[in-house]
Nanobody, 122 residues
Framework: QVQLVESGGGLVQVGGSLRLSCSAS????????MGWFRQAPGKEREFVAT??????YYAGSVKARFTISRDNAKNTVALEMNSLKPEDTAVYYC?????????????????WGQGTQVTVSS
């Protein structure tokens, strides 16, 4: 069983920055692919970014603005978000993929955090 707890969400103005953090339980954290997803009101949950070892993948809408990183010694994964836009407003979820699968497919992730709200005001 893996427990994920997100933190760092909040209200920020357009163009601002936020750093989300996800703390994970589990002795084999370094083996997991970790991802960030988000869900805006009335929309489906969508892929944002993922990291597995040194490999990082981003959704096109956030590439060059967001950076995903992890610290295996601390069992944490972070999402640095810059140049935020109103369309980035959503609940952001941290997720862990235990078994290999498509890294941007929500269905391949096994564990989820409770989410943290990010609101970008214009």
């Amino acid at each position: 069983q893996v427990q994920l707890v997100e933190s760092g969400g909040g209200l920020v103005q357009v163009g601002g920055s936020l750093r989300l953090s996800c703390s994970a339980s589990g002795r084999t954290f370094s083996n997991y692919t970790m991802g960030w997803f988000r869900q805006a009101p009335g929309k489906e949950r969508e892929f944002v970014a993922t990291i597995n070892g040194g490999l990082r993948y981003y959704a096109g809408s956030v590439k060059a603005r967001f950076t995903i990183s992890r610290d295996n010694a601390k069992n944490t994964v972070a999402l640095e978000m810059n140049s935020l836009k109103p369309e980035d407003t959503a609940v952001y979820y941290c997720a862990a993929q235990v078994r290999s699968g498509s890294v941007n497919d929500i269905r391949t992730y096994d564990y989820w955090g409770q989410g943290t709200q990010v609101t970008v005001s214009s």
